[in-house]
């Protein structure tokens, strides 16, 4: 708590430290507000004496001077430095009580705390709205619209178009068009406008585009500049329509500048044939640190709305800030999901970029495609860092031709490296397993009945269109970019001819690699999933 001492002991310090110069009466008494320190003042103005909180038995603070030349210690504090922002503390230490630059009304930064507990504004950023003027990528400034009407957000019907204090458009006095002036059917008419309050989110206008062969027309964002659309968005081009849509990259997991500046990471996306990565909003808060979780959400890495109101500082690396117990209270989240290169950690060609106590988890899986059941196309290798608990199997993942972890080491006693028979890669996780396991071909009902760099799957595929009907057996692991001859099936049964069949073919109907054809969307998978089992080949 802040305690406020009594003047007395000022006083008596101001005349301890300053005595008079002789002890004759002087002929004009003292004068308070002069700017000069005279006799029976404690202080005057700026003068203090060389009092200070400290000497006065304060931990912190600044002393100043009252109107009536007395010691104020209101700004004195018991407890400034301590770390904890109590009820008589703006700040301590790092404990901000949540606030950001942009509480402050700051554009961004990195707010701090001076040492007598109050705010350092001095590393945020000034925030350029509000002086008038739509500049540095604002939509309008007060009255500054940038020549925008209430037509040229898509209300058709007239009214007046206003600007928010944050220099967003306030559509609010604007009035919808009749039915007939927008496409309402589904499909929608392509090149034609969307009534702009049917997609969720920012005020923006929309056409009807052709973008996702698979999806067909559908209302997308119109925009004008890179700027008119989300932050993680740029404003690009297809038969003549501008729309908001994501910025594609060249090399993974790299960093990249998006079309309005802002930092981004270049991030695998959707099928793995198809190759597509996009630059996705980056932030400089890592792994675990917080977040803004009333800034910042999971979905589309787009929020908060536009560029200008980005904040890099605040922001978490991958753009990801995950809600806490306590965020409805507090507003604050964590940085979570860190994008890492899953698929160089597991070949060995990277070390883990993961914090300790935590793995690079690839994401891909077989036939998660944007296809529906049927299509078991692979989608990326694209990793996140999750916690591994290190006490109990199941949660420590590993190579599963190696048998190693990611540090290089062995599964615990009592597990081995087991793989996920829907995974598209060779990444499992150290699961129990039996002292005293099947022998490979063994019938099995669960992976753990089969020894280690065996796996209990339906074992003979190609006799059995429907894989499922297909008896398990216990089968051993194999990297499936080479089919036959592979040398994880070397020395099974001679009488058999056995081959590694990657699980991107065991789910088809004819075993072999799936193929999509929707639309104008004719391809076969290119980029299957490594993981393979040895299997009886076709007879």
Request: aromatic share 8%.
């Amino acid at each position: 708590m802040q305690i406020h001492f009594s003047i007395p002991m000022f006083l008596a310090l101001a005349i301890f430290l300053f005595p008079a110069c002789d002890d004759k009466k002087k002929d004009i008494d003292p004068v308070c507000g002069d700017g000069i320190l005279e006799d029976d003042e404690p202080c005057d103005g700026e003068l203090l004496g060389g009092a200070s909180c400290q000497m006065g038995g304060f931990l912190s603070g600044t002393l100043t001077c009252r109107a009536d030349c007395t010691f104020d210690t209101s700004d004195c504090s018991m407890t400034c430095g301590d770390g904890v922002a109590d009820e008589y503390d703006v700040c301590d230490g790092t404990d901000l009580r949540g606030t950001t630059c942009i509480d402050m009304g700051y554009r961004g930064g990195t707010l701090a705390c001076t040492s007598d507990c109050t705010y350092d504004e001095t590393p945020c950023i000034p925030a350029p709205c509000g002086d008038g003027e739509a500049l540095d990528g604002e939509h309008c400034d007060g009255a500054d619209l940038r020549g925008q009407t209430c037509a040229d957000r898509g209300f058709f019907g007239g009214g007046t178009l206003a600007c928010h204090t944050d220099c967003t458009y306030d559509i609010e006095a604007c009035v919808l068009g009749g039915p007939e002036e927008y496409t309402n059917s589904y499909p929608c008419e392509v090149g034609r406008p969307c009534n702009p309050l049917v997609l969720p989110g920012p005020d923006l206008p929309q056409i009807c585009l052709a973008i996702d062969p698979v999806q067909g027309p559908q209302c997308e964002l119109a925009c004008e500049r890179h700027e008119d659309c989300p932050a993680g968005l740029a404003c690009l081009e297809t038969e003549g329509y501008s729309y908001c849509g994501p910025q594609t990259c060249e090399i993974p997991f790299s960093t990249c500048t998006l079309a309005t500046g802002l930092p981004g990471l270049c991030i695998p996306e959707g099928e793995a044939t198809l190759g597509q990565q996009y630059c996705r909003l980056s932030g400089a808060r890592a792994l675990g640190e917080v977040c803004n979780v009333d800034r910042y959400r999971e979905i589309f890495h787009e929020y908060p709305l536009f560029a200008f109101q980005y904040d890099f500082e605040a922001a978490c690396v991958s753009g990801v800030c995950s809600e806490l117990e306590d965020s409805p209270t507090t507003g604050l989240g964590v940085c979570a999901e860190l994008v890492c290169d899953a698929l160089s950690v597991i070949d060995g060609a990277l070390p883990d970029p993961c914090p300790t106590g935590w793995n690079c988890w690839n994401q891909s899986r077989v036939g998660s495609g944007n296809h529906g059941y049927g299509s078991w196309m692979r989608s990326v290798d694209v990793g996140v860092c999750i916690t591994m608990d290190l006490e109990a199997p199941g949660r420590l993942l590993c190579h599963v031709l190696t048998q190693l972890t990611h540090a290089g080491e062995a599964c615990p006693v009592g597990t081995a490296c087991g793989p996920d028979m829907m995974s598209g890669s060779l990444q499992g996780l150290c699961r129990e397993v039996s002292a005293t396991p099947l022998e490979p071909g063994a019938a099995c009902t669960t992976d753990a009945e089969c020894s280690a760099g065996f796996a209990c799957i339906p074992g003979d595929p190609f006799t059995y269109p429907e894989v499922f009907e297909a008896p398990y057996a216990c089968r051993a692991i194999c990297d499936a970019r080479t089919f036959a001859d592979n040398p994880a099936c070397a020395g099974l049964p001679a009488d058999t001819t056995w081959v590694c069949l990657t699980v991107s073919r065991f789910f088809t109907l004819d075993h072999e690699l799936p193929e999509v054809h929707e639309g104008e969307l004719n391809y076969v998978e290119t980029s299957p999933s490594p993981l393979g089992f040895c299997v009886p080949d076709r007879l």
